[in-house]
């Protein structure tokens, strides 16, 4: 399965923004799709999860309240809209798939840019 983001940009602090992943190919076995996010200098952080079938969806701390995640099955495509951006969350975002519930994240897209700043 491939993966492609799309959706960042600049975006002024307290903003919003949406971003989308849509997959391609191979898309069934899917356990859970995830966007993750990486700062310059910074390690890969977990950013939002949902399951696939059941739409369970899991947070980082730093986003609850702030970001929702959602996805379309019909489209193979999963959601972050991200509202009340700080610069803070300026990072390439990257989304995952979670081909079962005992393995990692992979088939990573090439990520998406987001800045915030004023």
């Known amino acids: 399965v491939q993966l492609v983001e799309s959706g960042g940009g600049l975006v002024q602090p307290g903003g919003s923004l949406r971003l989308s992943c849509t997959a391609s190919?191979?898309?069934?076995?899917?356990?859970?799709m995830g966007w993750f996010r990486q700062a310059p200098g910074k390690e890969r952080e977990f950013v939002a999860q949902?399951?696939?079938?059941?739409?369970?969806?899991d947070y980082a701390d730093s986003v609850k309240g702030r970001f929702t995640i959602s996805r379309d099955s019909a489209k193979n495509t999963m959601y972050l809209q991200m509202n009340s951006l700080n610069p803070e969350d300026t990072a390439v975002y990257y989304c995952?798939?979670?081909?079962?519930?005992?393995?990692?994240?992979?088939?990573w897209g090439q990520g998406t840019q987001v800045t915030v700043a004023s």
């Open positions: 995952g798939k979670k081909p079962s519930l005992g393995s990692g994240y992979g088939n």
């Open positions: 190919g191979r898309t069934f076995g899917t356990y859970a």
């Open positions: 949902i399951t696939w079938i059941h739409g369970k969806t």
